[in-house]
């Protein structure tokens, strides 16, 4: 019963160590400082066009790689964001961040996943993200819409 004991104590203080390193890893990058690298579509519904940027990072960069995308979406955060899986997973490269911004690309390097924040209900992400873009459109519609999306380039941007 001891030897239980101490490996469940063991356990237990390596994952709360991991996690203060993985928290600590988190950076407090501001997504509106952003510099943009792509134009991008995303179409909801069908027949709604909103308009979109994808910010040069490296994360980013690997993501516009696979577009175009269409994907269904699922409720990481109710009230918050919706979020779609990707095919693929992008190579865990770049600082993670809690700030988001209303409208803002954010990709989750567990998921793979993309959340797309339509509320600032919260303070922060619930998970560390990377900010890789923004929908410049109003981003109201996924307040109430949850079926596919696509995203598809637009133009790339001079550097």
């Known amino acids: 019963m001891k030897k239980l004991a101490a490996l469940l104590t063991s356990i237990a203080i390596t994952a709360g160590l991991s996690a203060c390193y993985y928290e600590s890893s988190v950076v407090q990058t501001d997504p509106s400082e952003e510099d943009i690298f792509m134009e991008i ?4 519904d069908r027949n709604i066009v909103l308009d979109g940027v994808l910010f040069y990072n490296e994360t980013a960069r ?6 175009p995308l269409t994907e269904q979406l699922w409720y990481p955060a109710e009230g918050f964001a919706k979020a779609f899986n990707l095919p693929d997973e992008i190579p865990d490269v770049y600082e993670r961040t809690r700030n988001y911004e209303v409208g803002g690309l954010a990709y989750w390097y567990e998921g793979p996943s993309v959340a797309v924040f339509y509320s600032d209900r919260l303070d922060r992400t619930v998970v560390p993200v990377v900010n890789i873009g923004r929908i410049t459109s109003d981003v109201e519609i996924f307040e109430e819409y949850h079926d596919m999306i696509t995203i598809e380039k637009k133009e790339e941007l001079p550097q």
């Open 41 to 44: 579509t995303i179409t909801v």
């Open 62 to 67: 690997a993501f516009a790689d696979m577009l």
